[in-house]
């Protein structure tokens, strides 16, 4: 579809894979549905067949309702750029439907919570921001280079992404992750995958490796 999906390589994982850059035009034109979302005020799956305490709240939740559209659409636009890698796409589009169930799984359980309500809305959110930064399916607010530990070649990229829960997505060396913005009393803090997370103080920052590692470094935004 585009010179740009030629770089795509790599197959998926829900937290790590190897960095997907995806044009922002193509993307916004993966992600926009097939019809008005406003023309539709359900979710997009049948009511009638609704298996869950979750899916039966959204269904009578025009707030969550929409936010399942959106799902959707999300989830359709990663599809479709999945299957146009030209490595490992069987691979890639394979793993990415097994971590969407696996994420309707997750949305299902919410009836454990104390409040159902806010765990699916949760739920939703997240995976939205799970989408977006992983196939870069709006265009980023900024990115950061980061050079870490005083070495050039030591380098985390952040870019950021004005989803419903603040996102962040990791790049570094082989490997992506989406982080959230997480409350703080100062800077601005992003907590990824396994432990991973940035803590940005103007143009320093303190950055964590995922477990085992978890080894901690101080960087500073690269000129």
Known sequence: MCGELNR?????NHTMVNPMRIPYALCVALALPAFPLAAQEGPSF???KAQSSAEELVCADADLAALDRL???RYAAALEAARNLDFGAEEAEG?????QRGWIKGRDDCWKADDLRACVEYEYQRREAELV???ILEEPTG??????QGNPANEVITMYFDTAL???RFERGDSIDTGMLSETASGSRYDGSFGRYIWIKGDEATYREPDPDGTEMTCTVAN
């Open 46 to 48: 049948d009511c009638s």
């Open 143 to 148: 990115t950061t280079f980061w050079q870490c």
């Open 166 to 168: 603040p996102s962040i």
């Open 95 to 99: 793993n990415l439907k097994a971590y």
């Open 8 to 12: 795509l390589s790599g197959t998926l």
């Open 71 to 73: 799902i959707a659409a």
């Open 133 to 135: 930064t992983q196939f």
